[in-house]
């Protein structure tokens, strides 16, 4: 975790596995993370407390990925694979409990976002339609619809905190694979472009004051986590290290 500036930058997890695709809850009491290695799956954590809380993860788990919490931070979406099959997307009590699948088997579904707005529907990314696409659909699983354009590539929804916008990462054309950041107003599907080909630009994330995104370039030779205004101005480099950094 860091200050919203950068400063401040501390470890919250320890032991002998990877820790990934951190995501905190709305009322920034718990950060919900996947482990990869030993204890693989979803594992949440209260900053205040300073200890893992418990996630009852499913004894025919293959692997996890890419928590995040509901509107009211009362349940937890995910995305799991399980007895090896393509990975779906589940929603849970934030202890685990009442597991639901929401995505249908035929393809590999992840990275649920909630509108944060309205609780009521869910961004994703799916492969369905050959490459990966942003897609929309209810709550339940039901009124599935694509929102990106499905030219290239497009992953890593965020929503804007008053649900009308959605940041995302979209190579626009297989052709370079440049990962730009766009913000698409989810309903019109207009999107307007951030980043300018200045390495790989994904991952991006709204404030909570919906003004600035954070998210992840390589512009500088390593992977490290960036600010800009909601416009695409003013970016800043918020981390130093040579480690990869994915911004949550």
């Known amino acids: 975790m860091m200050d919203a500036d950068g400063n401040n930058q501390r470890q919250l997890t320890h032991g002998g596995s990877n820790f990934t695709q951190p995501s905190v809850s709305p009322d920034g009491s718990k950060v919900a993370f996947v482990s990869v290695g030993l204890g693989a799956g979803i594992h949440i954590y209260s900053p205040d407390l300073r200890r893992e809380l418990p996630f009852a993860n499913r004894k025919d788990l293959s692997t996890a990925g890419a928590p995040s919490f509901s509107a009211d931070g009362k349940q937890l979406l995910f995305a799991q694979s399980i007895d090896g099959r393509g990975l779906q997307i589940f929603l849970a009590n934030t202890d685990g409990s009442g597991q639901r699948h929401l995505t249908e088997p035929n393809t590999i579904n992840t990275e649920p976002k909630a509108n944060p707005k309205s609780g009521s529907e869910i961004a994703f990314v799916s492969g369905r339609s050959l490459h990966e696409q942003i897609y929309l659909m209810n709550v339940d699983g039901t009124g599935v619809e694509r929102l990106s354009a499905g030219t290239g590539e497009a992953s890593n929804p965020s929503w804007h905190p008053k649900g009308q916008?959605?940041?995302?990462?979209?190579?626009?054309?297989?052709?370079?694979?440049?990962?730009?950041?766009?913000?698409?107003?989810?309903?019109?599907?207009?999107?307007?472009?951030?980043?300018?080909?200045?390495?790989?630009?994904?991952?991006?994330?709204?404030?909570?004051?919906?003004?600035?995104?954070?998210?992840?370039?390589?512009?500088?030779?390593?992977?490290?986590?960036?600010?800009?205004?909601?416009?695409?101005?003013?970016?800043?480099?918020?981390?130093?290290?040579?480690?990869?950094?994915?911004?949550?």
Request: no cysteine; glycine share 6%.
């Open 165 to 248: 916008y959605l940041a995302f990462a979209w190579t626009r054309g297989l052709a370079n694979n440049a990962w730009n950041i766009f913000v698409m107003d989810v309903a019109s599907q207009q999107s307007v472009q951030l980043t300018h080909d200045e390495g790989k630009n994904e991952n991006p994330v709204w404030a909570p004051d919906g003004d600035h995104l954070v998210f992840m370039s390589n512009r500088t030779g390593t992977s490290q986590i960036w600010t800009m205004q909601a416009d695409g101005t003013n970016l800043r480099q918020l981390t130093t290290r040579s480690e990869e950094h994915t911004s949550e």
